[in-house]
T-cell receptor, first 111, second 117 residues
Framework: GQNIDQPTEMTATEGAIVQINCTYQ??????LFWYQQHAGEAPTFLSY????GLEEKGRFSSFLSRSKGYSYLLLKELQMKDSASYLC????????????FGKGTRLSVIA | DADVTQTPRNRITKTGKRIMLECSQT?????MYWYRQDPGLGLRLIYY???????NKGEISDGYSVSRQAQAKFSLSLESAIPNQTALYFC????????????????FGPGTRLTVL
């Protein structure tokens, strides 16, 4: 089976940096996704990691350590519009296995 | 135009009624999914289909059924709605991954907010 853990809520200040962690346990890892979801809206794709290391994309970066079953999403220069839920999702080996999503981390950016 | 559409966007119904939620996509993807989302519980997979002839149960399929009418259409039915099926329902699609590093991310529809009284 799979188990994915993320903090439920986080609060950070506009202009600051925040790191959202995700730990996972899976039999056969084949990639990790981060999605952003604003309240009442659809999740939208942010990043994908399958190899160890940091992937940078503008203000957002995502890190993966497969040996530790650990990923984080790093948001820099926080803006009020970054207030949203951030979902970690794991892909397992096997072409016909759907993603498993964590419960999400609700980030509030305050002035 | 949206690539993944869901109808209706909002629905209020009564206990015991049959409800159908529809999903259409223009992305040409073979794979389609239905999720429900409840506060504090995240996205939970109800059913998924990897092609027109393939239907699979997800984590929480009891009380639901699906129909894959065509590559572009995937419908979710609640045969006899009950109040604890009140939730936000999302349809999603993805391409089949090809190559060592293709990741075929999921694209989500805008959601259907269902309330069962």
């Amino acid at each position: 089976g799979q188990n994915i853990d993320q903090p439920t809520e986080m609060t950070a200040t506009e202009g600051a940096i925040v790191q959202i962690n995700c730990t996972y346990q899976t039999s056969g890892f084949n990639g990790l996704f981060w999605y952003q979801q604003h309240a009442g809206e659809a999740p939208t794709f942010l990043s994908y990691n399958v190899l160890d290391g940091l992937e940078e994309k503008g203000r957002f970066s995502s890190f993966l350590s497969r040996s530790k079953g650990y990923s984080y999403l790093l948001l820099k220069e926080l803006q009020m519009k970054d207030s949203a839920s951030y979902l970690c999702a794991v892909k397992s080996l096997g072409g016909n296995t759907p993603l498993v999503f964590g419960k999400g981390t609700r980030l509030s950016v305050i002035a | 135009d949206a690539d993944v559409t869901q109808t209706p966007r909002n629905r209020i119904t009564k206990t015991g009624k049959r409800i159908m939620l529809e999903c259409s996509q223009t992305k040409g993807h073979d794979r389609m999914y239905w999720y429900r989302q409840d506060p504090g519980l995240g996205l939970r997979l109800i059913y998924y289909s990897f092609d027109v002839k393939d239907i699979n149960k997800g984590e929480i399929s009891d009380g639901y059924s699906v129909s894959r009418q065509a590559q572009a259409k995937f419908s979710l039915s609640l045969e006899s709605a009950i109040p604890n099926q009140t939730a936000l329902y999302f349809c999603a699609t993805s391409a089949e991954g090809r190559g060592a590093h293709s990741y075929n991310e999921q694209f989500f529809g805008p959601g259907t907010r269902l309330t069962v009284l």
